[in-house]
């Protein structure tokens, strides 16, 4: 009876230290960022644009701008099913090219003087990182000012 005492008393002394362990998820959505920051990318949590305080924040993915470049045109971009509007009604849309490469998960695109930034919800994990890095390359190029 003592030793069931003994498992007991280890057991509730060890549940807070496995309760703080991550889940499968957590370390495949952390392996996930980590890797997107070795290809270059940065990556934040923020709300998207738009968005009231109540909403959860999101995954943003973003490239930076190089020493002096500037883009052409800024804004921020919304996907309404397979359209981007512009979310400054009187902006300029985006061209259809642009926006082809980025996959379903990816919900807003901002234009920000500091670079090009996509909003993920990252449920598709590593097989969508090199098309949102190639996109964001490609959104990035086509926006440069020459």
């Keep these: 009876m003592s030793w069931l005492l ?4 280890l057991f509730v002394a060890l549940s807070p230290l496995i309760t703080m362990m991550p889940t499968r998820a957590q370390k495949q ?3 996930l960022r980590q890797a997107a920051i070795e290809s270059g990318l940065q990556v934040q949590l ?19 701008l190089g020493h002096r470049q500037k883009l ?10 397979v359209d981007w509007q512009n979310m400054d ?17 990816v919900t807003h ?3 920000a003087p500091d670079g090009v930034h996509i909003f993920w919800d990252e ?7 090199d098309q949102i890095r ?3 390359e490609q959104v990035r190029e086509a926006c440069l000012q020459s």
Excluded: W
Excluded at 46 to 64: D, I, K, N, V
Excluded at 72 to 81: A, D, I, V
Excluded at 123 to 129: A, V
């Design 109 to 111: 695109l901002v234009l």
């Design 6 to 9: 003994v498992v007991f008393i």
């Design 89 to 105: 009604l009187r902006g300029p849309a985006l061209p259809e090219t642009i926006t082809a490469q980025f996959p379903e998960g």
């Design 29 to 31: 959505l952390a392996n």
């Design 46 to 64: 923020q709300r998207p644009p738009g968005s009231p305080e109540s909403e959860r924040m999101m995954a943003c993915y973003g490239l930076r």
């Design 123 to 129: 449920l598709d994990g590593e097989t969508h990182l």
């Design 72 to 81: 052409t045109q800024t804004g921020k971009y919304r996907r309404q099913g």
């Design 134 to 136: 190639q996109g964001l």
